[in-house]
Structure formats: C-alpha cells, structure tokens
C-alpha cells in the first residue's frame, strides 16, 4: 500500500495510540468456529477478541456499562452494501450543562482501522443523535461508546453482516467536486430547541484496499481526518475520522439556534487539504 | 493407460469441471430460468409468468440475478448444490426463478418487465422501494410474495447467506 507521509505518520499514530503493529488485527485471535463455520460471538451484545484488544488500549480498565440504556444503536442485521452500513446513535439523555454526552466513539471491530470517529461533543448539540453510513468489512460487531460529561462509559453494539459481490467500481468522474461541503435543514429551524441538520462531503473516502479494477493497481488511501462544526461561532461538535466512513461522508446531527447564524463546518482530508462549508439559519 | 482410456478418461475429467462449474441455480431447486430478451443494448427479463405461477400456486418468489462470469455467483450456485438435500424441502413455499445475466449487463442495460411496465434496475428498485439502487451487484437475490411485494430488504450479493444456517435465516425472513 502507498501511503502518503502525513497520512502514514497519522496511521502510524493512531495504531501507536491503539498499541496496534501493522495490520494488527490479522493477529489477533479469532473467535471460535461453530457448527457451519460461523463465528459463536454474533450475538448483538457479543464481545469479540478484537474488541477486548480496543477497549483496553482506548478505556483503560475504566468500567463500560453495556445496555445501559443511555445509548443505543441502531443498524441493520444484513446491510444493502458493505460499503454504506447506515448506523444512528440515539442518546437517552438530553444535553445540559450539568451532564451531557462529551464524547462518542463509534467502532468497527474487524475493520483494518477499527476506530471509525470520535466525536467530541458540547451541550450545543442538544440531543446527542448522530446518523452516519460505515463502511463494514467483514461479519462484524459496529460498537458505540458513550462518554459522559461526569466520567461514565456506556455502550452499545449491534452484530452485522456483509459480503462482497461483482460491481463496477465505484464513480470518480468528477474530481472538481471533491471537497464540497453542503448543509442541509431537513426541517425549519426551532429557536432554542434541538434542529436537525445533514452535513455532506463530496470525497471519496478511499480505504487504500480497493483494486482499480482498469489499471490493477491500489487506489491509494484518501479521506476525510476531521470535521469541527459551529454555529455562531459556537463549536457544536469536532469529528476525528477515519476511512471506515463510507464515501461522501454524511453526518444527521442536532444543534440548538438561539439566534439566526451561520452553520459552519471546516474539513481537513488526509492530503491535508481544507474545505468549509455553511448555512445561514433563521 | 491406452489411447481410449486416456480418451475416455479425459472427456469424464472435462464433464466433472463442466459439472462443477455449471452456470446458474442448480437443477434440485427446480428453477424458473429465465434468459433475457436482448435487443438494442438491453437485457429484459420478464417476471411475468413467474408471477402468474406464483398467484397460481400461492408461492412466494425467490429471485435470484446471476451472471454468467461471476466468481461469487458461482460460489453461491456451488453453495446450494453442495447443501441441496438440506436446503430443497426448505425451499418448498418458494419458487426460485434464476435470471441469467452477464457482468456487462450493468444497471442502465438491465430491464425487468412486470406486465406492461419495464424498468432499468435503477428504477425497478426505486418501484420496490429497496436500497439497492446505487450500484447493481452481482449476484442479488430478491424475496417477493404472490403480489410481487417485496418480503424484505435483502443485501447485494449472497456472501451473508452460504451457510445452511443463514440460508435458512433467509427463508424465514429474520431480520
């Protein structure tokens, strides 16, 4: 695989944080084959070898209360396609200055890069629901790891299916595009309350796994790393991304308007490019 | 070894790679083949007579899209015949219609004709409000009822269902 240096250094740093090698997860130990040959771990609520690897290295020996019920999430047990798994993290708790989600983590057990986001949150948010499309490699657990602004960590995860196919590769005629950062209101704004907003990055968030099938060559790794959103110059939430999110990254969040603004977001890709993006609301 | 035995022993080696290698739903299921109607740079299937056999029979449809050069399509095929015994009573409240198709034949090329009305598979899909309408994947396997209402929403390809276990997780439509 070729990687370009900033993005090798920020794998490179990223599986230092995980205490992972190169392309760890081959190495670790695989779940138990039952009758049929499949794994015995596919329960929703499941560990998986993988998992117990990742939670040490990001949690520590911090307690998870797993279905707890401050967070659930929600994704399909087959999904359409491997590559644009939709999943949506409901919070049971609404966003105070007293207590209020602070950060999510939303995992993929048996990706190659298994961290997908992290996302640090403010009481801006309102209601800490977040719709996203992951791109799911194999059999595996998608986990969501809540952490609370008073120290709690609460999980949730669901067990999901996907498989290959033959299909043309996917479309990259329109490279101009890359970048384009749209806002969109699926309903009117409420003042003071939590409004739903839709962000889109046109990009094609290449793993750098995928053959080009014309030239028979790896396309090389290319994603979105981070998206910081505001209003009012008020930060909403930050993003710590990977290529685990699927192509043209889009994201259904809450956010509270208590005056007529601007909704920005500010991307920066692997390439270290920069692109924003912004809605005036009310 | 003489000539003849080579001979013959040779033309049994070719009809077993032949046999493995059969394209299409293997003949335990008793598929519906269904060729395409090519003409103009489209292929259309028809679901027609499918669906009446299945209004006849109060049946549900299992329709199954391959294609002639498909590695995971014969992996599918090859999944089925190996575990036929198993899975054929199972199959019993279905008929299992088998459209042929070729990886070139790619969505705006293929048709499916429901009485007077065809559509690509773009917008086929978009009429059955099913997902899979950002890219044509091959194979692709949808579950219809005798009203030709889709059952459930199914994943491109068929790698989540070849094991007899999962398999049978299709046919009594858990989700």
Known sequence: MTLSSPLEMRIRRRQLVLGLGAWPLAMAPTARAAIGGLPSNTGHADISPEWELLRGRLFGARPIAAGSGRVQLIAPLRAAYGASVPVKIVSQLAQTPALYVKRLHLLVDKNPSPLAATLELTPEVGQADFETRLRVDEYSHVRVVSELSNGELHMDSRYVKTSGGCSAPPNRDSPELIGRTIFKLPEPPKMDAPTTADLTVIHPNDTGFELNNVTVMYIPSYFVRTIAVSYAGRKIFDADLDFSISENPTWRFNFVPHTPGELRAEVADSKERHYTGSLQVG | ?175
């Open chain 2, 1 to 175: 070894m003489t000539k003849s035995r080579r001979t013959i022993a040779g033309a049994l080696l070719a009809l077993l790679v032949t046999a493995a290698n059969a394209v299409g739903i293997p003949p335990a299921y008793t598929p519906l083949v269904v060729e395409p109607a090519v003409s103009a740079g489209r292929s259309e299937f028809d679901l027609g007579p499918a669906l009446a056999r299945a209004k006849r029979e109060n049946k549900r449809l299992y329709v199954y899209l391959g294609a002639s050069d498909c590695p995971y399509c014969r992996r599918y095929e090859n999944f089925l015949g190996k575990n036929a015994d198993e899975l054929v009573p199972h199959f019993k409240p279905w008929i299992v219609v088998d459209l042929r198709s070729t990886l070139s034949t790619t969505a705006n090329r293929l048709f499916i004709r429901v009485g007077d009305t065809s559509l690509n598979y773009t917008d086929f899909q978009r009429a059955i409000d099913d997902q899979r309408t950002r890219m044509l994947v091959y194979p692709s396997v949808w579950l219809f009822d005798p009203q030709m209402k889709p059952l459930m929403q199914m994943p491109a390809g068929t790698g989540t269902f070849e094991t007899v276990e999962e398999q049978l997780e299709i046919l009594n439509l858990v989700q």
